[in-house]
C-alpha cells in the first residue's frame, strides 16, 4: 500500500469521527460507530503504527 492509501484511511477515521460528533450534537443515543471511534482515540502511536504496519 503507498501514501495514499494511509491518507486516505485516515481521512476515512476522520469522516467517521466527525460525522459521530454531529450524531451526538443531535442527542442521538445507541449510535454503534461511537464505540468504534472512541477505541480508535485511545490508541497510542505504537499502535496506530503496528496497524499501519500489519496493512502494508
Do not use: H, P, W
Not at 451526538?24 to 496506530?48: A, H, M
Amino acid at each position: 500500500m503507498g501514501n495514499r492509501d494511509y491518507c486516505d484511511i485516515f481521512t476515512g477515521l476522520y469522516n467517521l469521527d466527525y460525522s459521530v460528533q454531529q450524531e451526538k450534537e443531535k442527542k442521538k443515543t445507541g449510535c454503534s460507530q461511537t464505540k468504534i471511534v472512541t477505541r480508535l482515540q485511545k490508541l497510542t502511536n505504537f499502535d496506530q503504527y503496528a496497524i499501519l504496519n500489519a496493512l502494508s
